[in-house]
């Protein structure tokens, strides 16, 4: 079943016009008079009406936060956990940088781990590694991250990392041979809440269609949807 077809709950009704009769009824039959409509008392028991009403929306969403269906934020990690899911982090992009060199050095030139390049509107990247370009070679190839994690990140065109913004001695240009790929954001609600009510399918060793579904939506935030089909039966 899917949690968009399970009945919608309440834990309590924080109706203002029902709070309000039941309240100012109770009070009338206790004290054995009624009230008028400018009765202090009246005015009294309407203000502390909406700290109930407060108090009932309260309650009712913190209960709500108990079932995969309304549960959110914290909460819903909460649940993943019982069925050991957990929420997907943000990834950075990635990208392959060229760092040239003014002239061909007869020794190899040192590119420090952290060296940091970036676009013209600012998005940063760094190496993940010391990197040498060998002796005799007008340039190197390296692997660098964005600093930030996110989709924001992705996308960047090749060339388009141009700028050096840690000086190295020789290092005359650098330049993206790579279009930027790979940053996601955190995994949201929605996806997170899916993936947990998948979770049970992915229990069996059998290989069901659920199961193939849960891990290759597990396999990355970038996976939107999934469409199990087998060539053959048993295959």
């Given at each position: 079943?899917?949690?968009?077809?399970?009945?919608?709950?309440?834990?309590?009704?924080?109706?203002?016009?029902?709070?309000?009769?039941?309240?100012?009824?109770?009070?009338?039959?206790?004290?054995?008079?009624?009230?008028?409509?400018?009765?202090?008392?009246?005015?009294?028991?309407?203000?502390?009406?909406?700290?109930?009403?407060?108090?009932?929306?309260?309650?009712?969403?913190?209960?709500?936060?108990n079932?995969?269906?309304?549960?959110?934020?914290?909460?819903?990690?909460?649940?993943?956990?019982?069925?050991?899911?957990?929420?997907?982090?943000?990834?950075?992009?990635?990208?392959?940088?060229?760092?040239?060199?003014?002239?061909?050095?007869?020794?190899?030139?040192?590119?420090?781990?952290?060296?940091?390049?970036?676009?013209s509107?600012?998005?940063?990247f760094?190496?993940?590694?010391?990197?040498?370009?060998?002796?005799?070679?007008?340039?190197?190839?390296?692997?660098?991250?964005a600093?930030?994690?996110?989709?924001?990140?992705?996308?960047?065109?090749?060339?388009?990392?141009?700028?050096?913004?840690?000086?190295?001695?020789?290092?005359?240009?650098?330049?993206?041979?790579t279009?930027?790929?790979?940053?996601?954001?955190?995994?949201?609600?929605?996806?997170?809440?899916?993936?947990?009510?998948?979770?049970?399918?992915?229990?069996?060793?059998?290989?069901?269609?659920?199961?193939?579904?849960?891990?290759?939506?597990?396999?990355?935030?970038?996976?939107?949807?999934?469409?199990?089909?087998?060539?053959t039966?048993?295959?």
């Amino acid at each position: 079943m899917r949690l968009t077809d399970l009945p919608d709950v309440n834990f309590t009704d924080p109706n203002k016009d029902v709070v309000e009769s039941q309240v100012i009824t109770i009070y009338e039959r206790v004290i054995g008079r009624k009230l008028a409509d400018g009765d202090p008392v009246r005015l009294f028991i309407l203000a502390m009406t909406y700290i109930i009403i407060l108090l009932l929306q309260k309650i009712d969403t913190d209960a709500k936060m108990n079932l995969l269906k309304y549960s959110k934020g914290s909460y819903l990690e909460h649940l993943g956990a019982l069925v050991g899911v957990h929420r997907n982090t943000a990834d950075k992009a990635v990208a392959t940088v060229r760092f040239t060199l003014s002239e061909i050095r007869p020794t190899n030139v040192v590119i420090p781990e952290g060296t940091r390049v970036t676009s013209s509107d600012g998005k940063l990247f760094s190496t993940t590694a010391l990197n040498l370009i060998k002796a005799g070679s007008p340039h190197g190839d390296f692997r660098c991250l964005a600093l930030e994690a996110g989709i924001g990140s992705n996308g960047i065109e090749l060339g388009e990392l141009n700028q050096l913004v840690d000086p190295i001695p020789y290092v005359s240009q650098v330049s993206n041979i790579t279009k930027t790929v790979g940053g996601t954001n955190i995994e949201d609600d929605e996806s997170y809440r899916e993936r947990i009510h998948e979770a049970p399918e992915s229990f069996s060793v059998a290989g069901p269609t659920g199961a193939y579904m849960y891990w290759a939506k597990t396999a990355s935030e970038d996976v939107g949807d999934v469409r199990v089909t087998s060539p053959t039966p048993g295959t």
